[in-house]
């Protein structure tokens, strides 16, 4: 059975970081691109960033990009989103993603707000 578990969300102060993990299973993680995207209320989904299978590759949305790092542990099945300077603007659902086979997670919910 596919899984994408996220964890990490919170309520945070401005300025504030945050990390988010993504423990993946019942597929072969490490063989895969993964991404997080983010849902902002009344917004559509956007791509915050991506990493290659083996970490040589990393993309960022500009909004995002020297705040946000992107990372993995192909041993321990786990994606990570790194987050410093959060904003009010950060605030959304961030989801982890695997492209190619299409797997979702739930969601977890970043909250940014004084």
């Known amino acids: 059975q596919v899984q994408l578990v996220e964890s990490g969300g919170a309520l945070v102060q401005p300025g504030s970081s945050l990390t988010l993990s993504c423990l993946a299973s019942?597929?072969?993680?490490?063989?895969?691109?993964m991404q997080w995207h983010r849902q902002a209320p009344g917004k559509e989904r956007e791509t915050v960033a991506s990493i290659s299978s083996a970490s040589g590759t990393v993309n960022y949305d500009p909004a995002v990009r020297g705040r946000f790092t992107i990372s993995r542990d192909n041993a321990k099945n786990t994606l990570y989103l790194a987050m410093k300077n959060l904003k009010p603007e950060d605030t959304a659902v961030y989801y982890c993603?695997?492209?190619?086979?299409?797997?979702w997670g739930q969601g977890t919910r970043v909250t940014v707000s004084s």
């Open positions: 019942g597929f072969p993680f490490g063989n895969y691109l």
């Open positions: 993603h695997a492209p190619t086979p299409n797997f």
